[in-house]
């Protein structure tokens, strides 16, 4: 039997385990003049955007001073939608840090496994209110309008590479492979965050900002979950959780072990199986596989934009109640897996212990005591999502005991675990736990899955980012209004803009003068 060794997770490489596979086939679909038709959509998008932009700064500024109106933490599909919604409103010292490289946007290039995205593909999102930037018009200049007709959803690699363009083409400005180790609360109630940065090759640097944007992702509410008798009986180096950087080479030849029957369960074990896993199976607590998917319903405006304005109690009944219900794995995922004559699915199959046990060949393999009896396996991928708790989020160690909860705003939500849930304003700015002690916080946005309970699916997932965006913009928007306020009405008291220059005939020497109510 092959081990899987703690080198195997440490040289995991950070990219797509299946580029070649799918850039390839893809990539011989791109049209002939695929790089021309990009650079005529380039052209486009910057006309759209300079013939809707405002025409002029408005922020004051303090001379030689460098502070960012807003960092953003977080180079993904959140926080490059966030930083263009705040260019839109000319908000334009906005910087995004991001951990990952440059090629390699989010998640799809690094630990997102699946063929298609999920959303539907005709969805509003991070084009805000450039339709020229919409994913459709990228799709169409690099493989053509059949191509785009013909798919049903958006390939992952696909709209890696879209987000790739979107970021060069609206030029947010990134620092790639940097990432927080500390935000500072400011030494005067409005004063800036001091923010640490560690970049590439251990480069430590400061930045000052007024606002942070925590825009994490899944993982960003506070990690992910590994439940105890996986992490604490097993080696690191035969169990990974589904987000974790894996060379699936090395499971060649492997029995492999998914706990969980979401989405991810089913396409690490389908990624696994595609790189030569000699069995993979994932095991479900639930007698029956999931088929609904409830953020279908979701996705329309009034779920996208306005379910913050709803009242604590119906958000808590709402938040509660979808909550509850499981996300299914995609049709695609389920057809990719039972693909393999290796796969086997386990429904109502828990599992209780997991062990290190001798084989009679004198190695070692897992053991899984399950209600259904006894399995043998390798190597566990544990598929069990994320777990919302903002003590486990490093960035927020100085704020997290002022932060207000759920748990501290809502009784039905104490000792409920979406209690530990950020109880956010209306831009997802966290609030004071005691009112009047941090006013700080309220330039610290949490857009990350912990958002949920107060905003549902307007947030960090495609179904209603557009939404999330929108609000974080226009919310920063009023914030820097009144901040700003005194010095822009005063600049308003000293303002001239003389349009009257003559009280008589239009001389030619005038310049150009309207004769007419047509061209």
Known sequence: MTAVTSDAVASAPDTDTDTDTVTGAQDSRRLPDAEERLAALRARVHEDIAATSHSRDWIPRDPGSSELDV????????????????????????????????????????????????????MRGIEFDVPSLHVRRWFEAVYGEAAWAAVELVPRLDWNDYLRWYREVTGVRVRHQTRVTAIHRPTTPDGPFSVELSGPGGNETTVTARRVVCALGLAGGGGVRVPDLISTSLPR?????????????????????????????????ATALDHGAVRAHVFVRRETLPASNPLRWMEFPGMQERFYDLDDDAKWEFGVMSGGLPQPP????????????????????????????????????????????????????????????????PELVEFVDDIALWSDRHPPAVDHPAGLSPYLGPGFEFTERDPGTAPWLSRL???????????????????????????????????????????????????????????????????????????
């Open 330 to 393: 995609t049709q695609h995922s389920v057809w990719r897996c039972f693909a393999h004559s290796r796969f086997a699915l386990h429904t109502g199959c828990g599992w209780n212990a997991v062990s290190m046990v001798s084989t009679d060949a004198g190695g070692q393999e897992i053991a899984i005591d399950t209600d259904r009896g006894r399995f043998h396996a390798d190597v566990v991928l544990a598929a069990t999502g994320y777990t919302v708790d903002l003590r486990l989020r």
């Open 237 to 269: 180096e035969r169990w990974f959780h589904t987000e974790d950087p894996i060379d699936f080479a090395a499971l060649r030849g492997l029995r492999v072990a998914v706990l969980g029957g979401g989405a991810s369960g089913f396409d690490n074990a």
């Open 445 to 519: 946005h949490h857009f990350s899955t912990g958002a949920r309970a107060s905003m549902g699916v307007t947030g960090n997932q495609l179904s209603g980012i557009y939404g999330g965006i929108g609000r974080i913009a226009s919310t920063i928007t009023t914030a820097i209004t009144r901040e700003n306020w005194g010095r822009l009405a005063g600049d308003f008291a000293s303002f001239e803009h003389i349009e009257v220059r003559s009280v008589g005939p239009h001389d030619a020497s005038d310049g150009w003068y309207p004769t007419s109510s047509r061209f």
């Open 71 to 122: 960092l953003v933490v977080g180079g993904g599909q959140a926080g490059l939608g966030t930083a263009f919604a705040l260019q839109r409103q000319r908000i334009d010292r906005v910087l995004v840090v991001d951990d990952g490289p440059e090629q390699q946007v989010g998640c799809w290039g690094r630990y997102a496994r699946m063929h298609t995205l999920r959303s539907p593909k005709h």
